[in-house]
């Protein structure tokens, strides 16, 4: 494989161009400096942050100091927001915040499992389009859905893997597979990967990119273990534009059959 | 008169401005947006004086997927 790099296969999102196919979160890390070498190790095109209230016994930034708006995009999310109106609400603040227009759109009413609340997900996504935002909407794994926030025009479909920090793995991939057929934007599986294997396979099946945020950040080397999560895109990448040969029941000989030197 | 912060209730005196009030907190405005009685307070605005009974919300980013 040469080493350079084909810019033919970037990433492309709202027509803004991505190097790299991982998007990282930066939540749970254990310090800020661990999670700038992560993202640095990462190479990463994306970062997430969350909006939270300022606490008044410990009002310093320990966020933002440490992220080089320069080097990737910072997209908040709208984590804790429980319906539609919170999402919005909270992705306005961001935007006065930080001049950020691009939001990850996440509705999550649910404590349990942090799952999305599909109606509310895309009642936000229209109201978040319509006021100027690029949405990039973390979902159920429904194709149905998928095509209806895609029409309301989102600029990417964020399927789950699993739910949120579970590292479960792709355990969405047969839905996923259909909303990767059916889409026109960018699918990015996203939440409850906990491998560079589960990153790649979702990269072989044909997603456009991963997010990941949790496996990285509590791993015993969040630095190795983000270099080895970009490992896992790359390859599985690779392997997508590559093309799969396709499975059998029966074994294939890889060898010649004829000729054998036994003989007969 | 008394306002909130983040929803503590803090001392403010007459004519303070929502900036002023967050200054002596030790609140940086830098990457952080104020919201006032729900509705955001632009940055050319934090120089407004704050009224009894406001309830000022700041909010900034933190790490988060």
Redo the contacts between chains.
């Keep these: 494989m040469q080493e350079s790099r084909d810019s033919t296969d970037d990433l492309v999102i709202a027509g803004r161009r991505f190097t790299s196919r991982l998007l990282l979160?930066?939540?749970?890390?254990p310090n800020p400096r661990t999670?700038a070498s992560a993202i640095d190790a990462s190479g990463t095109g994306i970062v997430?942050?969350?909006?939270?209230?300022?606490d008044?016994d410990d009002?310093?930034?320990?966020?933002?100091s440490h992220l080089d708006a320069s080097r990737y995009l910072?997209l908040?999310?709208t984590?804790g927001a429980r319906d539609a109106e919170e999402a919005v609400r909270v992705a306005?603040?961001?935007r006065?915040?930080?001049g950020f227009d691009w939001i990850k759109l996440e509705v999550t009413p649910e404590p349990n499992y942090l799952l999305p609340d599909p109606v509310e997900t895309l009642r936000a996504a229209v109201m978040l389009i319509d006021a100027g935002f690029t949405v990039l909407p973390y979902m159920n794994a429904d194709p149905i859905l998928a095509r209806r926030l895609e029409e309301a025009g989102c600029a990417t479909l964020m399927p789950l893997g699993a739910p949120?920090?579970t590292s479960r793995g792709f355990k969405t991939r047969d839905l996923v597979a259909i909303i990767i057929e059916q889409a026109s934007v960018p699918v990015v599986v996203d939440?409850g990967l906990g491998l560079p294997s589960h990153a790649s396979a979702a990269m072989e099946m044909g997603a456009d990119a991963v997010?990941v945020?949790?496996a990285i950040?509590i791993a015993g080397d969040p630095v190795a273990m983000a270099h080895a999560f970009a490992g896992g895109v790359r390859a599985g990448r690779e392997a997508f534009l590559a093309g799969a040969g396709g499975t059998s029941s029966l074994a294939q000989a890889s060898s010649p059959l004829g000729g054998q030197v036994r003989g007969d | 008169m008394r306002i909130t912060l983040n929803d503590e209730p803090v001392e403010a005196d007459e004519g303070s401005s929502i900036s002023s009030v967050l200054a002596l907190r030790g609140i940086p405005l830098e990457n952080s947006a104020v919201e006032r009685n729900g509705e955001i307070v632009e940055r050319d605005r934090l120089g407004d004086a704050v009224q009894d009974g406001d309830r000022i919300i700041i909010v900034r980013f933190v790490g988060g997927g």
């Design positions: 979160g930066t939540g749970k890390f999670m997430t942050v969350a909006l939270r209230r300022v008044l009002p310093a930034d320990s966020m933002m910072i908040p999310n984590s306005k603040l961001a006065a915040a930080g949120i920090g939440a997010l945020n949790t950040a």
